[in-house]
């Protein structure tokens, strides 16, 4: 008896995507994930225009010229990578044995030295309660404050779009194909946001941790940066991960805990600035209960600090070994020159983003003037940035080693070893990235409005928003303009023009 065929549809109200039989084409259901009514109903691939000369469904699938080889683990690697994984476990379970002396110590104290209460007279029973209240005090300030980060909420973070395959059939036939080529689980949703990255991960974290419901995010800046040779490099990199099932397993314990030790020592909530506000007493007695709570407090960020060091130590060779078996998926599939291309470009673009976001707090911070599409905005810094300065970052990002508490080796190392395997490649499309999106100006400005309210937490409502024009448009622009005149003056920053008539300057 055959198997039967299925087909791919996304939720028309969620996104999220369905697999179902063909039979079942045209057939209204209730979505699984929102318990919405959508249809199944498969995109004609064949007839999506092409976003850029060349790029068509049939371009993008004939380029991949076979299939990349699996990069072989050793068995020595992945009982390494599981004691490192039953490592990383221990020490919240050593964190919550602290926790748990720490509250012995205060009722042990609490029940065991109520005699002072009842030694002294007059001031004397006062300075002994004072004893005997201070370090109860002190003990459940500081095993609240243990207690606090099991329960430290994530910071809030932009929600990323959900696309539907129907409006990006080109997207989601080039990331098909990848997968196929990569020998990789095909994403259940594919996500954008407005990051300068591309990540693959459990889509419902430890919930998904034993199937492969993995959703692929993709930042926005990224795919405006690269072409279709070095995104796909970048995308085989993050789905090279999950094809070493159990070894990325254990790398997201890993990760997970280093994350969680890193967010619980460096964040700061209501409760820790309250704590120190209440430290600026008057009062001498109260000042001195809350100064050695205080303390209290800060040995058991030390404490804390301490855990999360040795877990990131301990991890950190593992998770480099991770980093450049996925490496070497990139090289096998976009070769080794586009490989090298792609560290040179990130590394000069990271330098760039920083640059993007200054301009931006000076543009905010002048008259809350903010560019409506971040991605746009952001390339026209990457366009203006000097040649020279451009070679110069190019030339020196390979000086610096490889550290012993990094998870990635350095950009010299991870380039001398794609230069070492000389990878041809099987993929060879140049075209650009965002060609694969039907209209990328749309939801480049819709993670940009996100972007700004969740992640960089900029009030939109007070915002003035201001049309990003391209380079090219801006310097036409300016050579067609008469000369500035008193009415009216412009200015471009990175791309981005204002306009300021002379009455508001004054």
Same mark, same amino acid.
């Given at each position: ?18 697999? *179902? ?33 060349? =790029? ?30 039953? $490592?990383?476990?221990?020490?919240? =379970? ?14 042990? +104290? ?7 209460? #009842?030694? &002294?007279? &007059? ?8 004893? *005997? ?39 989601? $036939? ?5 997968? !196929? ?19 693959? #991960? ?42 070493? &099932? ?6 997201? =314990? ?47 960020? !030390? ?20 980093? *450049?078996?996925?490496?070497? *998926? ?20 990271? =330098? ?11 543009? +905010? ?10 991605? $746009? ?117 990175? &791309? ?11």
């Amino acid at each position: 008896m055959s198997n039967p065929a299925f087909a791919k549809c996304a939720c028309q109200s969620c996104g999220v995507h369905l697999e *179902y039989p063909v039979e079942a084409e045209g057939a209204h259901i209730t979505c699984p994930q929102c318990s919405q009514q959508t249809q199944l109903v498969q995109p004609a691939l064949s007839d999506v225009p092409a976003a850029a000369p060349g =790029v068509t469904v049939d371009a993008i699938t004939g380029a991949f010229a076979g299939a990349v080889p699996a990069t072989r683990v050793s068995f020595l690697y992945q009982i390494g990578l599981l004691i490192v994984a039953l $490592a990383m476990v221990t020490l919240p =379970v050593i964190y919550l044995a602290l926790i748990g002396a720490a509250g012995w110590v205060v009722y042990y +104290w609490a029940t065991h030295f109520t005699f002072l209460l #009842s030694a &002294g007279r &007059g001031r004397g029973w006062i300075v002994m309660l004072l004893v *005997y209240l201070t370090p109860l005090f002190a003990g459940l300030v500081l095993v609240f404050f243990m207690v606090k980060p099991l329960f430290a909420r994530r910071a809030s973070q932009a929600q990323p779009l959900a696309l539907n395959p129907g409006a990006e059939p080109l997207l989601f $036939a080039f990331v098909t194909r990848l997968c !196929q080529a990569i020998g990789a689980p095909f994403p259940t949703r594919i996500d954008i946001d407005c990051q300068m990255n591309a990540s693959a #991960s459990f889509r419902r974290g430890m919930f998904s941790f034993l199937g492969n419901d993995l959703v692929l995010t993709i930042g926005l800046p990224l795919a405006a940066s690269l072409n279709l040779r070095e995104f796909a490099g970048v995308l085989a990199h993050e789905f090279g991960h999950f094809t070493q &099932g159990f070894g990325m397993r254990l790398t997201y =314990v890993i990760r997970t805990v280093n994350g969680w030790f890193a967010r619980v020592v460096f964040e700061r909530d209501g409760w820790d600035v309250m704590l120190e506000e209440a430290a600026q007493t008057d009062d001498w007695r109260l000042a001195v209960m809350i100064g050695i709570a205080r303390l209290g407090v800060w040995f058991s960020r !030390q404490l804390l600090r301490l855990l999360m060091l040795v877990g990131h130590g301990i991890g950190c060779f593992m998770l480099r070994q991770m980093e *450049y078996d996925a490496d070497t *998926y990139e090289i096998k599939l976009a070769g080794s020159e586009a490989f090298e291309s792609t560290m040179r470009r990130i590394h000069v673009l990271g =330098v760039t983003l920083e640059r993007a976001y200054k301009d931006l707090r000076s543009t +905010w911070n002048l008259g809350k003037r903010i560019p409506d599409d971040f991605p $746009a905005y952001f390339m026209n810094h990457a366009a203006a940035m000097p040649e020279t300065e451009r070679t110069r970052l190019e030339d020196t990002m390979g000086l610096e080693a490889s550290g012993l508490l990094v998870t990635h080796r350095s950009n010299g190392d991870r380039i001398r070893k794609a230069r070492q395997a000389g990878e041809p490649g099987i993929f060879h499309l140049d075209a650009p990235a965002k060609a694969l999106f039907s209209s990328f100006d749309v939801p480049a400005r819709q993670v940009t409005l996100l972007h700004y309210q969740d992640d960089l937490g900029l009030p939109l409502e007070m915002a003035i928003l201001v049309p990003v024009e391209s380079e090219s448009k801006a310097a036409q622009a300016a050579d067609s303009q008469p000369p500035e005149s008193l009415s009216h003056r412009s200015s471009t920053v990175g &791309g981005l023009k204002l306009k300021r008539s002379a009455a508001s300057e004054s």
